[in-house]
């Protein structure tokens, strides 16, 4: 049995060529999500400052949810300085350092310079120190790079803006041997954090046992902070790290979705050519006694030996490209350095298995019409092309893309982003229904072709209107690749810049005011700068931020947290118009809070309605309802007052004074910008890049595997042309049927993708910008048709030439 | 008249198999030559290089008046549409096309438009009438090859191909065929070369050709089946000795 295979497969190179490329690259696309997916899951930052320190006790990083990855909170939440007490009292304990860490920037020649952190002096861990310790509120010592890098030296004075405040300090050592960063002395620090402790690091006293003294310290910590030996101390230290590989499981795992699927209907779309390829020899093998079951075996073996073929240079591809993607990431500042690349055997076992099942059943239901067919039929239908597809599949189908249809129309009667999701899984379904209506459609399509083509024309155009009908099955897989092509690229495209321009547009109209005030360098707008603002004369000023809330849920019994972007206003609120459709914006503070309308759609909410909510940094509250507002691609889904939010805020507006007099003001404050886009900073988003380079890959992998098929149905054309041929028909004329064929299919593909992206595109337009034209590349739908019919057009002609040529 | 001329046709394959070894022969219109011979003796590529499917190594090959043995694939196309209908054993009709479609498919593919009465007369005389909206699938072996043989006669060509006609057909429907080839012959004067292995097929025709290793070994008129059972059975023997 397996000699057959191989001698029939020998013979059936070029497809199986396809099937080995769709295998392959499939591959390399399945264990590279899975390695990125594996190093979000299993990949933590070693520790760094404290790499010496026993114990790490800190606030959770993650929320934690029963059978589901953990949420990654936005912000921590601190120590209490009753807790710093309790665990420096533990037996065993020889030192607790309380470490505080805030973004500081000094002033050097009228300039702030970004990126630095300070802290209190006793996380300098070093007694090496040129000059001597900072001891008081006026003092600070630095690391050596940093000082070399700001050309401070022992004895001069320079001023930080930190802690909300700009304050002058004079340099009272440079600390060879310290980590890089500010240091204060840790009365300073606390007072300039507003907080005890971030994080706790602890030296076990000789002797002591390190695993005990974690247990211990966890009792006389009480129950909420995290205490951490080994390994684990790296996601305390450095939570953000740990947040950053939760963002890429979040990313691998949304990515794998589309990954999957595309990759599975390549692989089953080039067997199906291969099977087809063989439908004679299997008729023949049926004919000679050869079970249904022997048959599928025969081209089920054929396909899994491909698949081992490819499957070595796929994984190890897969793991190479990890490796650069992992970089990549870190470059865009989505995935911190700290975290490596988590290397095991794992994503390879995975593809393996994966491809080796879909390649199984595709190449069992590929041949499964061939196979079950009575012998004789067998016999006679392989002289023609195979029969009707299914009316099943194609009523399944057309159902698909029915349903599809309707659930686009879901940005329109659910408002704003709760509709998006909708959309995203409507273009999927219609893809799949695709997938099984497309030799229906195709067949269709011809016969409409056919009938209302132009009786001038010409003989070549009828002829390949109806041999796209008659071969439909032949290049259906094909042409519903082209088209999946085409849906997947308009789609994905404006699916995320409508709700980006949405966003960018919204925030623009909601928070319009003379003066607009960001501070990127100092990573938010200092208070200070914000009350230099307010105490102008006449002016009014509000403050704008962004944060995250998580909703908690239960779900069959499981703790389930939803995320949700979230807006800090403080400040003159009436300055922003977040389109209040319910209530009193005015009244948002403490604990009253606005709620976006599809967030009060979801929860039942109307104003004086309580809700809790966990905070960016994990803090439960209750919060009461208090507006309703319409711009959530702006705002998010809930607008809370600062004491709910963390860190300062992002952006600035103010009214009653101009630019120029603004400028005046913040002059006390370098590292501010006034006039800079609103909220340009929370629309750019880094994994925009990554979808559209997984996008862009997808698509040369869905267009490769077209080429491929179409390549191989074209050689398989011999004997029609023969009968063309025989009837009077030129090689000119067979070249004009065969690109007339290509044009037919290339611009019936174009049509059917932007007709099941469009409906989606048009009605997110509705929904997200209130006009029916999305926001996006356009330019991308005329070069989509253009790649699409270039690949149809010499698929098929190049082939065909060569064919006439022999 | 001539409808065929070969003066002197070679073929060598690839490989240096010599299919058809000088080969000279004249067909005149209004001639129903069956070309008879052993697997191997060269009678389908002597076909193929009279009909101008082929090329010819060396020789001259003329098509009603037409020298096509110099001529590329795309003019020997336009000779072979204009002067030349083929029927085939597995009849070769386009699946994807009606049989009306079929019938016309040679015109449309000239480009002129077709003798409705001419086309009408053929349909009748093969009992294809009411058959016209169906596909090729839709029809049984004998039907389909009437279809295939008024689509070469649609053009009204010097020459009708026909390449074992009967080859997939039972003995009843095969008679029915020639039967048909007779009448076109006698009736309307059309030129048929017939290839065929079959002894009463071949009996059919006004002469037989009878090939060996390339060469016309004989040419046998008005020869009965027996008879020409009987030569072929020497040939045969001669063949193995």
Known sequence: MRAIAFTMARKRVASLIAVFVAVLFGAVAVTTCAVLGETGIRGTAPPGRFADADVLVGAPAELEQVEDIDIPLAARAPVDASVIAAVAAVPGVERVIADLSVPAAPVTGGQAVPGLTGHGWSSAMTGEITGRAPTGPGELALDAATAARLGLAPGATTDVIAGGKRASYTVTGVAAGAPEGLYWDDATAAALAGRAADLLAVWAAPGADTGDLAEAIAAAAGPGPVVATGDDRGEVENPAAAGSAGELIAMAGALSGTILMVVGFMVAAALSVHVAGQAPELALMRAVGATPRQARRLVAAQGTVTALLALPFGIAGGYALAGVARDWFVSLGMLSPEIATAWSPLPALIAIVLFLLTVGLSARAAAFGVSRLPVTSALAQTNTEPRPEGPVRSAIGFGLVGLALVMTAAPVAMPGIAGLAAVGGASLMSVIGLALAGPALMRKGAVLIARFLPRRAGVTSWLAAHNIGAYAARTAGAVTGLALAVTLAVTNAFLQTTPDEAARAELAAGLSAPVSVTAPALRGVPAYAVDALAAEPGARVATFGSTTVYEPSEQDGKQRYEDHPATVLGGDVALADPEVTDGDLAAVKDTSVAVSASFALWGGLSTGDEVGLLLADGRPVTVTVVAVYAREFGFGSMILAPGLGSGPPSTVIAEGLDAARAREVLSIAPGTLVGGEVGAAAAERPDKWVNLVVIGGLLGYVLLGVVNGLVAATARRRPEFDALRHSGATPRQLMAVARAEALFFGAGAAAVGLALSLPPLLFLGVGALGSPLPVGPYWLIPVMCGVVLAAAYFATVVPARRLLAR | ?241
């Not at chain 2, 240096?16 to 590529?45: C, I, W, Y």
């Not at chain 2, 001529?71 to 699946?95: C, D, I, M, T, W």
Request: proline share 4%.
């Open chain 2, 1 to 241: 008249m001539t409808a065929v001329e070969l003066r002197g046709v070679t073929r060598v394959y690839d490989g240096g198999v010599t299919a058809l070894d000088g080969v000279s022969l004249r067909v005149p219109r209004g001639a129903f030559l069956a070309v008879m011979g052993q697997s191997g003796s060269g009678k389908s590529t002597l076909l193929h290089c009279a009909s101008g499917l082929d090329v010819p190594t060396s020789g001259s090959i003329t098509i009603a008046g037409t020298e096509i043995a110099g001529l590329k694939e795309s003019k020997r196309a336009l000779v072979r549409r204009e002067h030349v209908g083929f029927v085939f054993q597995s009849y070769n009709l386009v699946p994807s096309l009606s049989v009306e479609q079929n019938i016309t498919l040679p015109l449309r593919l000239a480009g002129t438009s077709p003798d409705r009465a001419w086309l009408a007369s053929l349909v009748a005389r093969t009992g294809l009438s009411g058959m016209l909206g169906r596909a090729p699938a839709e029809l049984s072996g004998g039907q389909r090859q009437r279809v295939s043989i008024v689509r070469a006669l649609a053009a009204r060509p010097a020459v009708v191909f026909a390449d074992e006609p009967t080859g997939a057909l039972d003995s009843r429907t095969a008679a029915g065929i020639l039967d048909l080839f007779t009448e076109l012959v006698d009736e309307l004067g059309q030129t048929i070369v017939m290839v065929t292995h079959d002894p009463a097929a071949a009996a059919r025709a006004h002469d037989t050709l009878v090939m060996s290793d390339g060469r016309i070994g004989e040419i046998l008129s008005r020869a009965t089946a027996g008879e020409l059972a009987a030569r072929l059975g020497r040939v045969w023997e001669g063949a193995g000795a």
